[in-house]
Every structure is written in structure tokens, then in C-alpha cells.
């Protein structure tokens, strides 16, 4: 098992008035990150669509948050498959400053039907490519 990890710098437009990230910037964050893990691992977003036929949904998310980032910082964000189901993927999450947690949680995607926008089973391709960053739970 692998961890996906992509840095990002937080810039000042992103915080509130006490000079910390704005809770709702973090789920931005983990959206970019996935981006990126979608990119390393499959190419890019619009091949799945194209070559699979298959969309993402967000089924759920949840972030706990354990420390502040502050413009300039960058925030590590790791990304792994914490369970890869018939239709749907649970990703955890664990955003870092260096040896400090700043957030964790996890974010649940639903493999959907790009027409029909039906739940459908996740293509084998797509689970081979996320093997490296499945953990082996």
C-alpha cells in the first residue's frame, strides 16, 4: 500500500479573518488532490469518462479537524483507497504541516453510469490502476 501525496501552498485569499484556512477550503483542497491522483494514476478525469463510460459521485465526506494551516504553508495530502467496494471507493484522508495533522477523514465516491447517472460496478481497469494506493484492509 501506497500513500498519494500532493502538496499544495495555501494561498492568502483562502483564509478567514483570524488568518487561518477557511473550513470549507479543505474540501477544495482534497478535491484538487484527487484530481491529481486521478491524473498520476488513470490520466486524466476526461479518459475515464471517455474510455469507461463510468462518472464519480460524492456519496459522503467526512473531515475532522486537528490544527490550522495559515497562508504559505504547504499542506501535504494524502490520499489512499481505504476500501474499494462493487460501485463505490472510500478514500481517506490525512492532511499534514510537516509532523502535524491538520485534518483527516474520508471521502466516499459512487461509480455512476455517465449517461443514466445509475449506480454500475467500478470497470476493472480503474481498480487495477488504484491498487498502489489501496490499503490492505
Not at 70 to 86: F, H, M
Not at 102 to 114: A, E, F, P
Request: one cysteine or more; proline letters at 4%; aromatic letters at 6%.
Amino acid at each position: 500500500m501506497s500513500e498519494f501525496v500532493h502538496r499544495l501552498r495555501v494561498r492568502y485569499n483562502e483564509c478567514d479573518p483570524q488568518g487561518i484556512v477557511f473550513n470549507g477550503n479543505y474540501l477544495t483542497y482534497v478535491d484538487v488532490a484527487l484530481v491529481e491522483l486521478w491524473r498520476d494514476r488513470l490520466g486524466s478525469y476526461d479518459e475515464m469518462l471517455d474510455e469507461h463510460g463510468v462518472d464519480l459521485v460524492v456519496g459522503s465526506v467526512t473531515l475532522d479537524f486537528r490544527a490550522s494551516a495559515r497562508p504559505d504553508d504547504v499542506l501535504e495530502i494524502g490520499l489512499e483507497v481505504a476500501k474499494l467496494g462493487t460501485t463505490s471507493m472510500t478514500f481517506a484522508i490525512h492532511m499534514r504541516l510537516g509532523e502535524s495533522t491538520v485534518v483527516q477523514g474520508t471521502i466516499r465516491h459512487v461509480c455512476v453510469d455517465r449517461t443514466t447517472m445509475a449506480k454500475t460496478p467500478i470497470p476493472d481497469a480503474i481498480r487495477e490502476k488504484l491498487a498502489p494506493v489501496t490499503s490492505a484492509g
